[in-house]
Structure formats: structure tokens, C-alpha cells
């Protein structure tokens, strides 16, 4: 995605994407999931980041829940 002419970062395009109506999701060893409490303030903050998630994962296994995120890099 591009701003201005120039390539986004991963933050910038994250929350490019969720601002035009797209979901924020967690990917992780390839498997993409989508985060039920899509409001969240720490999934705007966190969002383009590798890091750390805790929370529940629910029964349909393609739905989390988010507790807290922790950026590990």
C-alpha cells in the first residue's frame, strides 16, 4: 500500500487498512486469526509489530479473544 506516492510501513498500513473498514488479525506461524475485541486501544498501538499475544482462543479456532500484547521486537 502507498501514502503520497511512498510505501507504508507495517504500522501506517494496518491502521490504513482498519480505518477504510478491514479487521486487524494476528498471524502466527502462517495461520491468520481474527481478534474479537476488534476495539481494543493496544491493537492500534501494537499493530504492524511483532510481538507477544495472551488471551482465548475460542472454539471456531480462528478467533481470539485479546488479554494483553507484548511488542518483542
Same mark, same amino acid.
Given at each position: ?8 510501513? %507495517?504500522?501506517?498500513?494496518?491502521? *490504513? ?8 488479525? &494476528?498471524? $502466527? ?11 481494543? %486501544?493496544?491493537?492500534?498501538?501494537? *499493530? ?8 482465548? &482462543?475460542? $472454539? ?14
Amino acid at each position: 500500500m502507498t501514502k503520497g506516492g511512498k510505501k507504508m510501513g %507495517p504500522l501506517e498500513c494496518a491502521i *490504513a487498512c482498519v480505518r477504510a473498514g478491514r479487521k486487524y488479525v &494476528l498471524v $502466527s506461524n502462517g495461520r491468520v486469526f481474527q481478534s474479537a475485541n476488534q476495539g481494543l %486501544p493496544d491493537l492500534e498501538k501494537q *499493530a504492524g509489530h511483532k510481538g507477544r499475544i495472551t488471551g482465548k &482462543l475460542a $472454539s471456531d479456532n480462528k478467533t481470539i479473544t485479546v488479554a494483553k500484547i507484548q511488542i518483542t521486537q
